[in-house]
């Protein structure tokens, strides 16, 4: 593609083809896998297959002797102090005692934990040496779902003396008042299965200590680089300088991939250990038990409307089951539901109690929109089953609720006992513009007339609903600006990419702001080395805060560029102008820029931010519900969304559309199911179920950018989350108003085919309805 | 064992273990990492490669399997230095991918099937790749770029 | 996920493949396509010390049409049957199964015979092959013999099969030219283990009435089987909707299910009760000449 320099670049808005599919579409990309050091060894991990129990032994001896097997790493070996992986978010320290060991040291608290690390000569002797550890392990109770945790009958921390991790509280006015007297009080119990992000790339590391040089090197970290270097760097005792922590491409992240789990250190550690490279390479098998799960929560809410379908407040508890450990990023989902459940709307009365429950599962983390899928399930079901049982139109009740563009900023529920970033406010824009827009894309007028209709022995039913997307996360973010020898441009910024385009749409923001051809642009992302600090790429933040960044770099780079002209072309140097990669003296004399190169053309800015931005917008979906087998067709589903200021549409558009996708598995498909005794079943991908291509063929996406965040210079909000978050409570409600003639009422995720048909089973059974 | 097979229009002959798949081997014997392991056991598609001119799971074959065939990777799609073939443009034109880890095997399966049936029409496509998962795109662009992709598999441009 | 370790051999004769199979005792396995003994590995829920790979071994992948039936060798692959034209006649309810096994890949490397020695109870074939009342050809190191399918299948993912054995083919009896017939199942995604599926024909004599009633069932309990009740029920009459519907109540109420993570035993039941009555309805109004694609969902 061609783009020039000339003065008025356009590449932030345009649809710039990806430089990274440069590589991955030959298959040159380089994931973590695709890299091998001389002399390197392979980490198989032994995992527990026991949910909660004592260890009694572990006997190396048979797995020491199997040939090609160098070590056998257990709790013991790391020494009388195991490490403990800290809390990245929310690092409450009343919660610390509950942190997870980075091995299982006398205990185990979910199966999967990791108990033995096995080094061996090939991947596969590792693995093969996993059988020959013997483990014995002295069961103890198990605590397999919310409802047994709450009793504390067993305890996974019996020194914490209650299997309640914490509480959380959104308040806002006063919910008391707001009940008494409400014409319309409904209490309703809504629930959300465990899933999971499941990137396509499992986990992997490559970890080097090179002693002589006093340097570790780990390949195959992501997305919070800078923070996880503090974290390994204290668990061995070293510098942060000597540790160097470097991104390779990474096969998705979606808020579970780059944090840091037990391998983050375990790898290192025997890379020290032996003093040879290490690599390990996550399996799917264990991916599943091993990385982050994510939105098991229930909540019993009461909503409290006046006749008219105004909302005067809601009120309830959530109780989430957070799995064996409160890890990284585990207290984010559980707060977030506290304070955004109400969404865009315009709830003046708020009390939410969220409960922390410890589980003998899998420690649940971050996926894509935490505790915002969950909360926009809750009020997108609530207000639906509000405006039936009031009589009114659900569009019309959700537009006398929407928070108008008069009253931005416009405050969330405050939180209580919490972090110091909690009080926030959506920043800009009309709910009202995006809701409209979406109803006339899904051609709403016409296919409400379908509603609750049998066609072809199949019901179909429409919803739509709003969310907000919190995005921006600070405090800050970094970008270094440098001119190299031949002009070109290299930008380094402390964002992490995960698969979202990153290099791309960094590249773009830059060469607008230099005025250079895109191609003039490198960048650079995923190392330590590059930068003093960086912050990486979670909450919607590596645009917003690498590219704000970017364009605080921009003015001292252009600074330094006429510092530098001036002195050469003998002029002042506040009349030097830069144009087409050149400096310009007012008599016409001019130096391009590679000249001036070797005068140090760098500058390094970071942008901190305290406001979060919003970017918000509104779902509509069709489905045709075959009551026979309990399948929903997902006959049409759009999605409208303002983000403020779009920098390239064509990645923006994939990223919503595939959050839809995303959002719909976790609607009608993906659950991590446990049995009563603690083991996880769902052990493959053919047991734990994701969307492939023929299964939602009709995803359709429009973003806008009409009203920019006033919180950075930019004027972008972070974006890829919108997607996902309202799907769950507009696709489950258009399931139930295709089956209002049966009068189902869903309260829980997900909507499998056995589930549905259940639904509608019940109903028949209890003789109030016919199919 | 001592095997040969043509491997992206090149013969090579190399000693493999049994116990190697045909993917592990692309990857860590003979360099070919374009071929990615997401689940490796057959539901994920992410190793397709292209063996005797079909499409396979690479994770679901030995490499002795593969003796004496003709496989070719993503990496044998497009010459280093040549441009990118009409079916690699076409997937960065509907930014097809984002991760860029299903896409080698997205490739392979739609280059196979094109081959074949260059007339594969839109239920085709998504139907033949709903054996490849993808967890960023929601696959809607994917389908619209093999479908492009197609008309120069009709026409004979296949590289 | 790596393999186990295993001795790998490539006879080319069934002579040697059955006599190295005999030699190893039970811990040889043979390996057709290898899509599900390969997975099994990786999960290291088998580790069979030797594979004996059947690839070389001369003519066990022709697909032979005759008077008296279909034969299909044991190394046939799902694609060829696939793109078999011929079958479109000599044998659409085949064809019709085989489009939903698994996925394209899958499809290219996957066998017939492979699939019935595997035995999964979801699996398309080995119902099949019960409700065609199809025979399975086996050869192993002291002889050959033709097990009928319905004597084939003994539990989960085991057959009657002898450690020294291996199949050669099966042979599907001739079909009927103006047989009715349809194969419905269905999972929670295309391509998916089947929570149930259905596969049936059955004649018409002058009347109307149907005659020759086969109807199996699969994916729902241990093993596929046939439904005699409704085989019985439906003999005899004409097949239309109240026909259609009452048989599949029927079935609902005969079949055996059970539960697991995916479907309760109730879903299970119900699900075939519904695919058979879409199955009958779909066979009786179904042109015979015409061979039409047909989905559950």
């Known amino acids: 593609m061609a783009t020039h320099g000339k003065s008025g670049n356009r590449l932030v808005g345009a649809p710039i083809e990806r430089v990274e599919d440069l590589r991955f579409l030959r298959g040159k990309g380089n994931y973590v896998d695709d890299q091998s050091l001389p002399n390197q060894v392979y980490a198989a991990i032994l995992r527990s297959s026991v949910p909660h129990g004592r260890i009694r032994k572990i006997d190396k001896t048979r797995a020491l002797k199997m040939p090609g097997v160098h070590a056998v790493i257990t709790a013991s070996d790391i020494g009388a102090d195991v490490p403990v992986i800290p809390i990245r978010l929310q690092p409450l320290p009343e919660v610390f005692p509950l942190r997870q060991p980075v091995i299982a040291v006398d205990k185990v608290r979910y199966v999967g934990e990791p108990v033995a690390v096995v080094i061996a000569d090939s991947p596969g002797l590792a693995e093969d040496a996993l059988e020959y550890v013997d483990v014995d392990i002295e069961p103890l109770p198990v605590v397999a779902s919310r409802k047994a945790s709450g009793t504390d009958e067993s305890l996974l921390f019996p020194e914490y003396k209650t299997n309640l991790a914490k509480r959380f509280t959104g308040l806002k006015g006063n919910t008391a008042a707001a009940f008494e007297g409400a014409h319309y009080i409904k209490k309703q119990r809504l629930a959300v299965q465990r899933h999971m992000a499941l990137p396509m790339e499992p986990r992997g590391l490559l970890a080097d200590w090179q002693k002589h040089e006093n340097r570790l090197t780990v390949y195959g970290a992501g997305k919070v680089l800078f923070f996880n270097r503090r974290a390994v760097a204290e668990m061995l005792g070293f510098d942060e300088s000597s540790v160097v922590l470097i991104e390779n491409d990474i096969g998705g992240g979606f808020g579970a991939r780059g944090e840091f789990y037990p391998e983050d250190f375990l790898i290192p550690f025997s890379s020290y250990f032996l003093g040879r490279p290490v690599k390990w390479n996550e399996d799917r098998r264990e991916n599943l038990s091993a990385m982050n799960h994510a939105r098991e929560m229930e909540a019993e809410y009461e909503l409290a409307c006046d006749a008219d379908g105004t909302i005067r407040g809601i009120r309830g508890h959530v109780d989430v089951d957070n799995g064996a450990y409160v890890r990284s990023n585990g207290l984010t989902p559980p707060r977030n539901v506290a304070q955004f459940t109400t969404g865009p709307y315009r709830i003046p009365n708020i009390h939410i109690d969220v409960s922390v429950r410890l589980t003998n599962k899998t420690p649940c983390g971050t996926y894509r929109a935490p505790g915002r899928f969950e909360g926009s399930f809750f009020i997108e079901r609530l207000i639906e089953i509000a405006a039936h049982d009031l009589g009114i139109d659900p569009i019309e009740m959700r537009r006398k609720n929407l928070v108008n563009a008069g009253e931005m900023p416009y405050p969330m529920a405050t939180m209580q006992h919490i972090d110091p970033y909690t009080d926030t406010e959506c920043d800009s824009g009309d709910f009202h513009v995006t809701f409209d827009r979406c109803l006339k894309e899904f051609d709403w007028d016409n296919k409400i007339k379908l509603q609750g209709k049998k066609i072809d022995g199949r019901y179909h039913g429409v919803a739509a609903g709003c969310f907000i997307e919190g995005g921006a996360a600070g405090p800050r973010e970094s970008a270094k600006l440098k001119l190299d020898a031949d002009g070109s441009i290299s930008v380094f910024v402390g964002s992490s990419a995960v698969g979202q385009g990153l290099e791309t749409v960094m590249g773009q923001i830059a060469a607008d702001a230099l005025n250079v051809p895109f191609e003039r642009v490198k960048v650079f992302h995923g190392s330590t080395h590059y930068l003093r600090e960086g912050f990486g790429s979670y909450h919607s933040r590596s645009t917003v805060m690498g590219g704000s960044a970017i364009l605080l770099a921009a003015a001292p780079f252009k600074e330094k560029l006429r510092k530098a002209a001036a002195r050469r072309l003998e002029a002042p140097e506040q009349q030097i102008t830069l144009i087409d990669e050149h400096a310009v003296a007012p008599g016409g004399a001019s130096i391009a820029w590679k000249d001036l190169a070797a005068d140090d053309i760098s500058s390094e800015e970071s942008f901190s931010n305290t406001k979060h931005t919003y970017a918000y917008g509104a779902h509509c979906a069709h489905v045709a519900v075959d009551p026979g087998t309990g399948h929903v067709e997902v006959l049409d589903y759009v999605t409208v969304e303002d983000v403020g200021k779009i920098i390239n549409p064509l990645t923006l558009h994939g990223q919503v559309i595939g959050a839809v996708v995303q959002g719909l598995g976790s609607t009608f498909m993906e659950h991590l199911v446990y049995n009563e005794d603690g083991q996880l079943l769902t052990g493959s991908l053919a047991d734990y179920v994701v969307p492939l291509a023929d299964d939602y063929p009709v995803i359709r996406g429009v973003t806008l950018d009409d009203y920019p965040s006033p919180n950075n210079p930019l004027g972008a909000k972070g974006a890829g989350e919108g997607g996902i978050i309202a799907v769950g409570g507009v696709a489950s409600n258009a399931v139930e108003n295709a089956l209002s003639s049966f009068g189902v009422r869903i309260e829980e995720l997900p909507l499998t085919p056995p589930a549905v048909w259940e639904l509608i089973e019940q109903r028949v059974n209890a003789g109030n309805a016919k199919i | 064992m001592q095997i040969r097979m043509r491997l992206n229009q090149e013969q090579v002959e190399l000693d493999v273990q049994p116990r190697v798949t045909l993917a592990d081997c692309l990857r860590h014997q003979l360099g070919k990492t374009g071929t990615h392991l997401a689940c490796e056991h057959g539901v994920c598609g992410a190793c397709t490669v292209i063996v005797n001119g079909q499409a396979v799971r690479s994770c679901l074959m030995l490499a002795v399997q593969a003796a004496d065939a003709e496989v070719t990777t993503v990496e044998g799609l497009a010459a280093d230095d040549a441009p990118f073939s009409p079916l690699q443009a076409a997937f960065r034109k509907h930014n097809a991918l984002q991760c860029g880890f299903c896409t080698s095997g997205m490739l392979t399966t739609a280059h196979a099937l094109l081959t074949a049936e260059p007339d594969a029409d839109r239920d085709r496509i998504r139907s033949v790749i709903a054996g490849n998962l993808c967890r960023c795109t929601g696959y809607v662009s994917i389908v619209d770029a093999i479908y492009e992709a197609g008309e120069a598999y009709r026409v004979g441009e296949r590289s | ?297």
């Open chain 3, 1 to 297: 996920m790596k393999l186990p370790p295993f001795e790998y051999a490539s006879p080319g004769t069934l002579q040697e493949a059955t006599a190295l199979l005999a030699k190893h005792n039970g811990e040889a396995r043979p390996i057709a396509g290898g899509q599900s003994l390969l997975p099994l590995m990786a999960y290291r829920l088998a580790a069979p010390s030797l594979l004996i790979d059947l690839a070389k071994i001369e003519g066990l992948n022709r697909i032979e049409i005759g008077e008296d039936g279909v034969q299909v060798g044991a190394m046939t692959r799902w694609c060829q049957i696939e793109a078999e034209e011929t079958l479109t006649h000599a044998h659409p309810l085949m064809r019709e199964a085989v489009r939903n096994i698994a996925h394209y890949q899958i499809r290219n490397r996957g066998t017939i015979g492979g699939s019935l020695a595997h035995a999964d109870p979801a699996a398309e074939m080995p119902a099949l092959a019960i409700t065609c009342d199809a025979e399975i050809y086996v050869t192993g190191a002291r002889g050959s013999r033709v097990v009928a399918a319905k004597n084939f299948v003994v539990a989960p993912l085991e057959t009657s099969l002898k450690p020294d054995e291996l199949i050669t083919s099966i042979r599907f009896p001739r079909w009927q030219p103006h047989r009715r017939w349809a194969f419905l199942e269905f999972s929670k995604r295309r391509g998916d283990f089947a929570l149930g599926g259905v596969a049936l024909h059955f004649e018409e004599d002058a009347q109307g009435h149907a005659t020759a009633v086969h109807v199996g069932v699969f994916g729902t309990g241990e093993t596929p089987g046939r439904l005699a009740a409704v085989e019985d029920f439906v003999t005899g009459k004409k097949v239309d909707a109240a026909l259609a519907h009452a048989a599949g109540r029927m079935a609902r109420a005969n079949v055996q299910a059970a539960s697991d993570m995916h479907a309760s035993e109730e879903y299970r039941k119900a699900l075939i009760g519904t695919l058979l009555e879409r199955a009958l309805i779909e066979a009786a109004t179904r042109r015979t000449e015409e061979w039409k694609s047909c989905k559950s969902a």
